[in-house]
């Protein structure tokens, strides 16, 4: 097997989700496509690493020339009501119930330092600014998710708000025990709307 070719099995083998197997039928699979499928599959790469940025309100992927994502834009949200999510892939998956017009803020990771993951490294700072400068008072949705790492993250914040004398600004509500995958990613739509009606008061 050629060189270049074993190197795009490993690459493709990378992807979450992806076996060796898989890896290298769609390797065989690039290797028989006709250049343009290619050239254009390789330009769209390119352009995802450098035009692509975040939000620099709630850290949601967006345009690199946009300072603000469309939700945060949006004046027809709701910003009083933010909902705490690990990843950007919740949000999605939320905002796919078509079942809330709220605002969100992306952590990007929970807390675990087991695997190395620390306070710091996660958007909890820009997190306590929001709720420090906002005019009124706001509720919290804590969506992380039902595990190990997503308790200490909803434990660290809640400590945090106390600490930082900011409990009078905040409500802070959690989704129900409905969700049994331990991921929001994975939950169905209408698991994920309960969840999220039925949230509790912390």
């Known amino acids: 097997m050629p060189e270049s070719l074993k190197k795009l099995i490993r690459s493709i083998n990378m992807l979450p989700g992806i076996g060796e197997k898989s890896a290298t039928k769609l390797a065989f699979f690039l290797l028989n496509a006709n250049s ?35 939700i945060c834009s949006n004046t027809s949200r709701d910003k009083s009501n933010i909902c705490i999510v690990e990843e950007y892939l919740d949000m999605l998956t939320i ?21 190395w993951v620390f306070v710091w490294d996660l958007n909890f700072t820009s997190l306590f600014q929001r709720i420090e400068n906002s005019d009124t008072n706001l509720e919290l949705i804590l969506a ?13 914040l ?23 995958s331990g991921y929001i990613e994975y939950a169905d739509n209408m698991t994920l709307i309960n969840a999220l009606k039925e949230r509790k008061e912390i």
């Open 144 to 156: 992380t998710n039902p595990n190990i790492e997503g308790e200490a993250t909803t434990s660290y």
């Open 95 to 115: 905002e796919q119930t078509w079942n809330y017009s709220w605002v969100y803020h992306i952590l990007w990771g929970a807390v675990s330092p087991i695997n």
């Open 36 to 70: 343009n499928f290619i050239d254009d599959f390789s330009k769209n790469l390119t352009d995802l690493k450098e035009n692509t940025g975040k939000c620099e309100t709630c850290h949601a992927i967006t345009d690199k020339w946009k300072q603000m994502c469309a």
């Open 158 to 180: 809640k400590e945090e708000i106390t600490k930082r004398w900011l409990k009078h600004k905040t409500t802070l509500t959690r989704l129900s025990r409905g969700l049994s």
